[in-house]
C-alpha cells in the first residue's frame, strides 16, 4: 500500500488564500481518516496554532545547524521515506510523483505583469515549477474547472489526471467579529463604505478601484491587504493620496469579518483568479459582492453576485446593487470545504490502495 506524507510546510507560512485551504483541509482529514493512516510533516518551527489532531500522525522535520530550508529537509524525509506526498501550494518536490494542488497558473497566462528583474525571475522560476507539476505529479488537484482548462490547454495535461476540488467559506461561521476595527480604523464611523480583501498584487486590480474612486470622491472604500514580495501594483502610490479611500493594511479574521458585516458591499474586480474565496466569505457575513466578470469567478458565483467588467471602472454601483441576484444559499452547499474533505480524502483512499 501507498504511504500518504501530507506537506505541512504552510504551517510556518503566514495565512493567505492557499495557506487557509491547507488549514481547512487538513482538520478535516485529520476527522475522516482512521489513526495514523497519513502522516503529517511538520517545519522544525512550526506556528502556534497546529491543532491537536486525533488521527494523523504528525513528524517534525529536523533542525540542521545555520541550515533552514525547509523544502530539501523533505526531499530528504521522502528519500529516507517513500511515500506519495500530498501539498496543497502550487508545488512538488523533486523526488516521486506526487499529488499536488494547483490553484492557479497566474504567471503563465500573464507574464507580461512581472516587469522588474526581480519579478521576472519569480515568474520565470514559478512557470517552471508549474512545467514540472503538470510533467511530474501524479494527480493534478485544482479549484475550478476553468483553472482546470487552463491547465490542460497550457501544458497538455490529460483530463483524467485533473481533478476539481472547490474552496470553501466554512470556516467564517467559527469567527468572532471584531467590531474593534472601526475604533482603529478612522473615518467609518456613521458612514457607508464598500470593503475589498486581498493581497496587494496586480492581478488583485487596485487600478479598477482607484479610478473608480477618482470618478466617484463621494464613494469610501476600504481596502485591507498585504504587500507581496512581487508584482506591486504602481498604483499604489497615487491610491494614498485619495481621500475616499482607507488602505487598512493587513487585518485579522475578526476585524475582516466587522467589515464584511457592516460594509454596503464587498468588491472584487480582480482580472484573474482561480477561485476567488473573498467574494464567498463575504456572502457568508451577508455582504451584497460586486465582482469581476473575469477568470474562474462567473463560474463560481454563478447569478448571486453582481458583475463589472474589470477595465472599466465608470460603473454606478448604487444601480448596480439595485439589480437582483439570486439567493448564496446553493454556494455554500456547492464550496463546502467539508465536502472538499471528502473528496481529497477518497482520493487518497484510491492511491493509498494502490501497489
Not at 480583501?197 to 470618478?215: C, D, P, T, Y
Not at 476585524?255 to 464567498?280: D, I, Q, W
Request: proline fraction near 6%; include cysteine.
Amino acid at each position: 500500500m501507498a504511504k500518504i506524507v501530507i506537506n505541512g510546510l504552510f504551517y510556518s507560512d503566514r495565512l493567505t488564500g492557499i495557506e487557509r485551504f491547507a488549514h481547512e483541509i487538513t482538520k478535516r482529514l485529520d476527522a475522516l481518516s482512521s489513526p495514523n493512516e497519513f502522516t503529517l510533516v511538520l517545519p522544525p518551527a512550526a506556528s502556534t496554532d497546529v491543532p491537536r489532531f486525533n488521527n494523523l500522525r504528525t513528524v517534525s522535520l529536523f533542525k540542521i545547524p545555520f541550515f533552514s530550508i525547509n523544502k530539501i529537509k523533505l526531499y530528504l524525509y521522502l528519500l529516507a521515506n517513500p511515500s506519495v506526498c500530498l501539498d496543497y501550494g502550487n508545488r512538488t518536490p523533486f523526488l516521486g510523483h506526487n499529488i499536488v494542488f494547483l490553484h492557479d497558473i497566474y504567471c503563465r497566462v500573464f507574464p507580461e505583469d512581472f516587469r522588474t528583474a526581480k519579478d521576472k525571475y519569480i515568474m520565470k522560476k514559478t512557470c517552471k515549477m508549474y512545467e514540472r507539476i503538470a510533467k511530474k505529479a501524479r494527480l493534478i488537484c485544482t479549484v475550478s474547472h476553468f483553472s482546470k482548462k487552463q491547465i490542460m490547454d497550457y501544458y497538455g495535461v490529460p483530463e483524467e489526471k485533473i481533478r476539481v476540488i472547490y474552496s470553501g467559506s466554512n470556516h467564517m461561521d467559527t469567527i468572532q467579529a471584531d467590531e474593534s476595527v472601526f475604533k482603529r480604523i478612522g473615518g467609518l464611523k456613521n458612514k457607508e463604505f464598500y470593503f475589498t480583501l486581498g493581497s496587494l498584487s496586480l492581478r488583485k486590480n487596485l487600478q479598477w478601484i482607484m479610478k473608480h474612486a477618482e470618478l466617484y470622491p463621494n464613494e469610501l472604500f476600504v481596502i485591507s491587504g498585504t504587500m507581496l514580495k512581487n508584482v506591486i501594483p504602481p498604483e499604489l502610490e497615487k491610491i494614498k493620496l485619495l481621500k475616499n479611500i482607507i488602505l487598512a493594511g493587513y487585518l485579522s479574521d475578526g476585524e475582516v469579518k466587522a467589515l464584511m458585516k457592516k460594509c454596503k458591499a464587498f468588491v472584487f474586480p480582480s482580472y484573474f483568479e482561480g477561485f476567488g474565496l473573498p467574494p464567498l466569505e463575504a456572502l457568508a457575513c451577508g455582504a451584497p459582492v460586486i465582482i469581476s466578470n473575469a477568470a474562474s469567478l462567473p463560474e463560481i458565483y454563478g447569478s448571486c453576485a453582481h458583475y463589472i467588467d474589470p477595465f472599466k471602472p465608470d460603473v454606478d454601483l448604487d444601480a448596480l446593487l439595485a439589480e437582483p441576484v439570486s439567493s448564496p444559499a446553493p454556494l455554500f452547499e456547492k464550496y463546502s470545504l467539508d465536502n472538499s474533505a471528502k473528496k481529497l480524502y477518497e482520493i487518497l483512499k484510491e492511491i493509498e490502495m494502490e501497489r
